[in-house]
């Protein structure tokens, strides 16, 4: 499975940016799929999947939404603050033998004040 991220970019905070991710690939079937974010010096943390809803960091300015049928998940991302930047990573979960999660390559995301 491959996943390819767009939409990041330099952004003022209270803006907005849209990130989409699409997957390709084995036919496999894709129970999740969501966003990630890593800021310098931080561990990679969730920000929001389709099934899990989003972090509390998030709640109320982000909105994850998407379709694991068609293989895709989107984060609109509103009124941002400096704190959001990091790099934000596209994942997939599937399942077949067992339960594997993908991984995108990552999209840059900075917040200026």
């Known amino acids: 499975v491959q996943l390819q991220a767009s939409g990041g970019g330099l952004v003022q905070a209270g803006g907005s940016l849209r990130l989409s991710c699409a997957a390709s690939g084995s036919s496999v079937t894709i129970v999740d799929m969501g966003w990630y974010r890593q800021a310098p010096g931080k561990q990679r943390e969730l920000v929001a999947t389709?099934?899990?809803g989003g972090a509390d960091s998030v709640k109320g300015r982000f909105i994850v939404f998407g379709d694991v049928a068609k293989k895709t998940v989107q984060l609109q991302m509103n009124s941002l603050k400096p704190e959001d930047t990091a790099v934000y990573y596209c994942?997939?979960?599937?399942?077949?033998?067992?339960?594997?999660?993908?991984w995108g390559k990552g999209t840059q995301v900075t917040v200026s004040s």
């Open positions: 389709i099934t899990s």
């Open positions: 994942k997939a979960v599937t399942i077949g033998r067992g339960v594997t999660s993908y």
